[in-house]
């Protein structure tokens, strides 16, 4: 089942208005993250991204331009296959608070062992900078055998072959490792907080691994 899965984090500052508005036309909600709700669009097949405002901000926050930023950012780089696509986004008032839209395509969520490996390529991505891949595998496989050792019932163990069959082969693991680098250089320069959890990587109906919404700003920005 095709999910966007943003129901482990809070709800942001969404009048319940909106949502009341957008499903009496047709609109399915599907969850909500840091600052967004995400809706099924009816017909299109993507996925409607509401990103709200914060309270005594009478401007756009600085949570709303980070994300317009990335939305610019992944523009710029579509032809990248491991960067969400959207086509569009514009902002629009309710109730004097200014809001952001934007259409993104629909993802699903990771299967579990993957989503288990995903997580650790924030710190791998120091190597894909360096163009020492081979490092990088063998420091996620260490990490992620650890992890399992730790955490599960039934220990795995994940040597260098099964994290890049994992990653979907040897070429599409070093674009997404190089494309996490890459993002937490854009997150260095505009001064984000990176958000790198595992539901922050989703999958395409192809396989293909996708960096989605990566960033956050705490409340003190």
Known sequence: MRA?????????????????????KGYKYLGSGIDKQAYE?????????????????D?????????????????????????????????????????IQARMEYLQELPETIGNVVYLLDEA??????????RAWEKISDWAEQESFDNDDEPQWFDTEKIITLLGGLEQAKGLLKTVYLVKKFAKLHQFSLDLHRGNFMMRID??????????????S
């Not at 993507?46 to 405002?53: E, H, M, N």
Request: glycine content about 10%; overall charge positive.
């Open 4 to 24: 966007i899965d943003f129901t482990n984090e809070m709800a942001g500052e969404i009048h319940g208005g909106v949502r009341k508005a957008l499903m009496d």
């Open 207 to 220: 396989g293909t691994i996708v960096v989605n919404d990566p960033f956050v700003l705490w409340l003190k």
């Open 125 to 134: 991505a120091k190597y894909a900078g360096r163009g020492n891949f081979d």
């Open 41 to 57: 669009e009816p017909n299109t097949g993507k996925v409607l991204l509401i990103f709200g405002y914060r309270k005594n901000v």
């Open 59 to 99: 401007d756009f926050s600085p949570d709303q331009r980070m994300f317009i930023d990335w939305i610019n950012y992944c523009n710029k780089n579509k032809n990248n296959p491991h960067l969400p696509k959207f086509s569009g986004f514009e902002s629009f008032q309710f109730q004097g608070k200014n809001y």
